[in-house]
């Protein structure tokens, strides 16, 4: 139905057109005959013939360009790509395009090329039209300002080189990008150069991702990422005391990941034997923070040391203060230890059901569309964001 309109619109537009152009036919009411059909077609409901005819009336001059490309990003949008491909290609071909124009069409051909799949013929025209020098040139001299094809021809190669994982031209796009708008891209700069390292890791090279990490924590100093990626390489490297540095780093950058690393922070001490630590520290987080994982590590710290009484005192303590069925579970986990006869099996039977209810609860979710999952993403799947999927925060608590 959305073609409707649109197409209702370019009739009335080429039969006044027309008008003006044949105005001694139209005085002795001999009217264009293609606008009747098309006319015919919007009656019959089939806009998509009418669409067809209007687009064959069209002559591709200063008048129409526009409508031109209106009708090609109505395509592209309808996922008729073909239809869409052939009227940008048609609008280049005319020599009488102004420059600004040409750009225009040069940049929605890239797109409909890209909506196709065809990123190395989408490539080529998006870095024509970074390229250009009188375009690179009208960017600058306007303090920043850059023209309406730039950016967006930029930003579509970033998209590009980030769906083929070429991150070292995605960082020359990004620095690109942020010379023509000032807008700074510290943060995404930083999560390319964490999948280089993550890359070189994979390769077991892992002073080239050390030198990548530097790199990613220069370029943003609360990259999250890049300190997780640094623990966890020096822990295979069994340097546990750089390890344990590079993870405490991400309550400074942000606390809201602290429960991806408080497991690894408990594991660092044990591996530099001062498992009497670890109770400070965690004492210190719940003190300062709320969440259920420092509980959980300080519950079994407890229940090793102490017993499995003292551990369930501590979670009753705080399930008081802060209801959660994590440790809810934790404390029918504890209760179920040295239980018998009808009693274990009630326990047993609520135990199964609490964890049935946290496995189908997501774990992450993005900051910004709200897509949610069981594994963090540190480019959301959904709106392609970096560094917005986060642990759920009161995941216990929300359904």
Same mark, same amino acid.
């Given at each position: 139905?959305?073609?409707?309109? *649109?197409?209702?619109?370019?009739?009335?537009? !080429?039969?006044?057109?027309?008008?003006?152009?044949? @105005?001694?036919?139209?005085? @002795?009411?001999?009217?264009?005959?293609?606008?009747?059909?098309? +006319?015919?077609?919007?009656? =019959?409901?089939?806009?998509?013939?009418?669409?067809?005819?209007?687009? &064959?009336?069209?002559?591709?001059?200063?008048?129409?360009? /526009?409508?031109?490309?209106?009708?090609?990003? #109505?395509?592209?949008?309808?996922?008729?790509?073909?239809?869409?491909?052939?009227?940008?290609?048609?609008?280049?071909?005319?020599?009488? !395009?102004?420059?600004?124009?040409? =750009? @225009?069409?040069?940049?929605?051909?890239?797109?409909?090329?890209?909506?196709?799949?065809?990123?190395?013929?989408?490539?080529?025209?998006?870095?024509?039209?970074?390229?250009?020098?009188?375009?690179?040139?009208?960017?600058?001299?306007?303090?920043?300002?850059?023209?309406?094809?730039?950016?967006?021809?930029?930003?579509?190669?970033? %998209?590009?080189?980030?769906?083929?994982?070429?991150? %070292?031209?995605?960082?020359?796009?990004?620095?690109?990008?942020?010379?023509? $708008?000032?807008?700074? !891209?510290?943060?995404?700069?930083?999560?390319?150069?964490?999948?280089?390292?993550?890359?070189?890791? @994979?390769?077991?090279?892992?002073?080239?991702?050390?030198?990548?990490?530097?790199?990613?924590?220069?370029?943003?100093?609360?990259?999250?990422?890049?300190?997780?990626?640094?623990?966890?390489?020096?822990?295979?490297?069994?340097?546990?005391?750089?390890? #344990?540095?590079?993870?405490?780093?991400?309550? /400074?950058?942000?606390?809201?990941?602290?429960?991806?690393?408080?497991?690894?922070?408990?594991?660092?001490? =044990?591996?530099?034997?001062?498992?009497?630590?670890?109770?400070?520290?965690?004492?210190?987080? +719940?003190?300062?923070?709320?969440? *259920?994982?420092?509980?959980?590590?300080?519950?079994? !710290?407890?229940?090793?040391?102490?017993?499995?009484?003292?551990?369930?005192?501590?979670?009753?303590?705080?399930?008081? &203060?802060?209801?959660?069925?994590?440790?809810?579970?934790?404390?029918?986990?504890?209760?179920?230890?040295?239980? /018998?006869?009808?009693?274990?099996?009630?326990?047993?039977?609520? =135990? $199964?059901?609490?964890?049935?209810?946290?496995?189908?609860?997501?774990?992450?979710?993005?900051?910004?569309?709200?897509?949610?999952?069981?594994?963090?993403?540190?480019?959301?799947?959904?709106?392609?964001?970096?560094?917005?999927?986060?642990?759920?925060?009161?995941?216990?608590?929300?359904?």
């Amino acid at each position: 139905m959305l073609l409707l309109p *649109v197409a209702a619109a370019c009739g009335w537009w !080429l039969a006044k057109r027309d008008e003006r152009r044949k @105005q001694e036919e139209s005085a @002795q009411g001999l009217l264009y005959p293609d606008y009747f059909k098309g +006319l015919n077609y919007l009656i =019959n409901e089939q806009p998509d013939k009418a669409i067809e005819v209007f687009v &064959k009336m069209l002559e591709v001059d200063a008048e129409t360009v /526009e409508t031109h490309f209106a009708l090609g990003s #109505l395509f592209r949008r309808r996922g008729e790509v073909d239809r869409a491909i052939r009227i940008h290609q048609n609008l280049i071909a005319r020599p009488t !395009l102004t420059p600004e124009q040409c =750009n @225009q069409a040069l940049l929605e051909l890239g797109e409909d090329y890209l909506r196709a799949g065809w990123f190395d013929r989408a490539e080529s025209l998006f870095l024509k039209l970074t390229e250009t020098p009188e375009t690179f040139s009208d960017s600058l001299m306007s303090g920043g300002a850059c023209t309406s094809q730039m950016v967006p021809a930029l930003r579509s190669l970033r %998209d590009i080189y980030q769906q083929e994982r070429e991150w %070292d031209k995605a960082i020359h796009v990004a620095y690109k990008l942020e010379t023509v $708008t000032g807008k700074k !891209l510290n943060n995404i700069i930083a999560q390319y150069h964490c999948e280089l390292a993550e890359q070189a890791r @994979q390769q077991h090279d892992v002073d080239e991702a050390n030198r990548i990490i530097k790199r990613a924590l220069a370029s943003d100093p609360d990259c999250v990422r890049a300190s997780i990626l640094q623990g966890d390489i020096d822990m295979l490297s069994g340097h546990y005391v750089s390890a #344990l540095r590079a993870y405490k780093n991400v309550e /400074e950058q942000d606390a809201d990941y602290l429960a991806e690393v408080i497991p690894r922070i408990v594991d660092c001490y =044990n591996k530099l034997g001062t498992p009497h630590e670890i109770a400070g520290y965690l004492k210190q987080i +719940l003190q300062k923070y709320a969440g *259920v994982v420092p509980l959980l590590a300080f519950a079994e !710290l407890l229940r090793d040391q102490q017993g499995e009484q003292d551990a369930a005192i501590f979670v009753v303590e705080h399930l008081n &203060k802060q209801p959660t069925l994590s440790g809810l579970a934790c404390l029918v986990d504890l209760y179920l230890v040295g239980s /018998e006869g009808k009693i274990r099996g009630q326990l047993l039977t609520l =135990n $199964t059901a609490i964890k049935k209810l946290l496995q189908e609860r997501p774990l992450y979710q993005c900051g910004q569309c709200g897509f949610s999952g069981k594994s963090l993403h540190w480019q959301c799947p959904s709106c392609k964001k970096w560094g917005v999927m986060k642990p759920v925060q009161g995941l216990d608590e929300t359904p």
